[in-house]
C-alpha cells in the first residue's frame, strides 16, 4: 500500500502538516555535498587567494545562518530553534572539489532533516558565489542526507559508505576547521 503524503491533504493541496501532538525529542540530522571545481580553483581556496576573502570560513557562516532560517527557504517547513549547527568545509582528497557536511541538532517535535540540507545547499552556493570570476565551471554536487535519527522513526542511516570529511589540525595556514553557531 502506497503511503500517503502528509503535506497534502484529503484534495491534494499543500499543507503545513500540525506536530501539535508529537512529543519533543532529540533530532540529529547529518547531510553532505561537495562542489567540483577546476583544481587550480581549488588551491587558491587552499591558499587563501581569492579576491572576495576567505570563502571556506563565509561558506560555514552561511551554511550555518541558512540552517537557521530553513523555514523561510522551504515553504512548509516548521520553523525551528536549532541546538546547534556544525559544517565541515575541506578540501576533496582528489583535489577538485570541496566537501560539505552539516550536522543539526534540536529538541523538536519535527526532524531536522530539511536544516541539515539547506545548510549544505547553502555553503556550496556561497563557495561558487566566491570563486565564480575565477572558475565558472563549477558545480554544487550531490547533496543527500547521510543520517537522521530522533522522533517516532528513529534512527536512519544511509548506505553510502564514503568517509566524513575530516578537518585538518589548527596551526600553521590557512584552517578550515569546525565552527558552531
Sequence with gaps: MARRLSHLDAKGNARMVSVA???????????RGEVRMAPATLRRIAAGDVPKGDV???ARLAGIQAAKRTGDWIPLAHPLGLDAVDLVLVPGPSGDRVLVEARVE???RTGVEMEALVAVA???????????AID?????????LIQKSGGKSGLWQSQEQTPP???RKR???HSPGR???
Design 106 to 108: 534540536a529538541h523538536a
Design 122 to 132: 547553502a555553503a556550496g552556493l556561497t563557495l561558487y558565489d566566491m570563486c565564480k
Design 179 to 181: 565552527t558552531n553557531g
Design 171 to 173: 596551526g600553521g595556514g
Design 165 to 167: 570529511p575530516t578537518r
Design 21 to 31: 501532538d508529537k512529543p519533543v525529542t532529540r533530532r540529529v540530522c547529518v547531510a
Design 56 to 58: 571556506l570560513a563565509t
Design 136 to 144: 565558472r565551471s563549477m558545480t554544487v554536487e550531490a547533496i543527500r
